[in-house]
């Protein structure tokens, strides 16, 4: 090989390669880092989703929801069923925090997404206690996840699994409000048992606390069941 043609093939590969990095610095946000008040972005930007159909669709698909808190005996988890209220908003996507002017301080965008989870549980227990503690508003983070499936892998360090997805943070509250508290049962009812419009009387909703979830800060993420490969003769 001449001397020529050793630097052209060196060229070419160092073009290859820096290809290579603009793909996966494009699907990949490896240099995010955590910054105190600020929230951080979602590392394979490939997998998030921001269509606001298609996280109803996870919201839809998921039955289950966890929350977690810390109240002065320690951190707590528990999963629960639950009704949602999801507003997509005109902000700039799914999750996103409100931008900021830094010479006015003006919030920038109209609006951002909000979601509300409803919940309920008996009257007494230990996150009841940690709500009324908190001041009716307590700090949470929440998961949710369906469509899992375990992907086979050829090797050991192969094996992965496909999910759809939703992790946030928000406030817990307990809903004191009547009308309130029949439209969350009402929500609950009909994602859980497919029973829209029901109601409750005031000696039903006496019988069970209702509670809710607020959150201006979720993302939802799709990692999806890779196509089968296809053998060529």
Not at 167 to 188: C, M, P, Q
């Amino acid at each position: 090989m001449s001397a020529n043609q050793a630097a052209a093939q060196a060229v070419h590969g160092a073009g290859a390669d820096l290809g290579v990095q603009a793909r996966r610095e494009s699907t990949r946000r490896d240099h995010e880092h955590t910054v105190a008040g600020q929230h951080r972005r979602m590392r394979r930007a490939d997998r998030e989703v921001t269509e606001p159909e298609e996280i109803r669709a996870i919201l839809d698909g998921c039955d289950i929801v966890r929350i977690a808190y810390q109240d002065d005996e320690g951190l707590s988890i528990v999963p629960v069923n639950f009704g949602y209220s999801y507003d997509p908003g005109t902000g700039d996507g799914f999750g996103a925090d409100t931008d900021t002017d830094t010479e006015t301080g003006a919030d920038t965008n109209e609006a951002s997404p909000s979601l509300t989870l409803f919940l309920h549980s008996a009257l007494h227990g230990r996150k009841i206690d940690a709500m009324r503690a908190a001041g009716n508003a307590l700090d949470v983070a929440f998961e949710m996840e369906c469509d899992c499936e375990v992907i086979e892998g050829r090797t050991a360090c192969n094996w992965s699994e496909s999910f759809t997805s939703i992790i946030g943070t928000g406030v817990a509250s307990v809903v004191d409000d009547f009308d309130e508290a029949n439209t969350a049962l009402s929500l609950l009812m009909a994602k859980q048992a497919h029973m829209p419009d029901v109601r409750f009387t005031e000696r039903q909703l006496a019988t069970v606390t209702v509670w809710k979830v607020t959150s201006a800060h979720f993302t939802a993420k799709n990692h999806p069941k890779p196509a089968p490969h296809r053998r060529t003769a």
